[in-house]
């Protein structure tokens, strides 16, 4: 019993790990087919890249908005196996938007690290 526990903990583990891949992956494409000028870019100048144009206010802003349009989204739906599988239902709440925005970047005056508003 407790090595099929431990087979099924490493099955979802491996799961998680593929859905993430594939999606970092899908969209680090989707940024390259809008900016193809970024493929040259060391990770560095990608990193600096991105922090000044996603890690700033007006990103932080839309984010923000987009999480709380996931969210209605997802209150909306409910998957089937939640109706005969109540535990279901309660893990898949609230996965669209876990985490906080990537406000680490945003100074005290609004501005982020590199003075961009």
Known sequence: MQNELKRLEKEEKE????????????RA???????????????????????????????VKILKELITE????????IEPEAVSNPTKLVQTQGTSAAKAPPSQYIE???TDADGYA
């Open 29 to 59: 494409g989707f940024i390259e087919s809008l900016m193809p000028d970024t493929i040259i870019l060391s990770d560095d100048r990608f990193e600096r890249f991105a922090k000044k144009h996603f890690a700033n206010n007006y990103g």
């Open 15 to 26: 799961a998680e790990r593929r859905a993430r891949t594939k999606r970092l992956c899908r």
């Open 108 to 110: 005290d005056d609004g």
């Open 70 to 77: 996931q969210e209605k989204e997802d209150a909306t739906q």
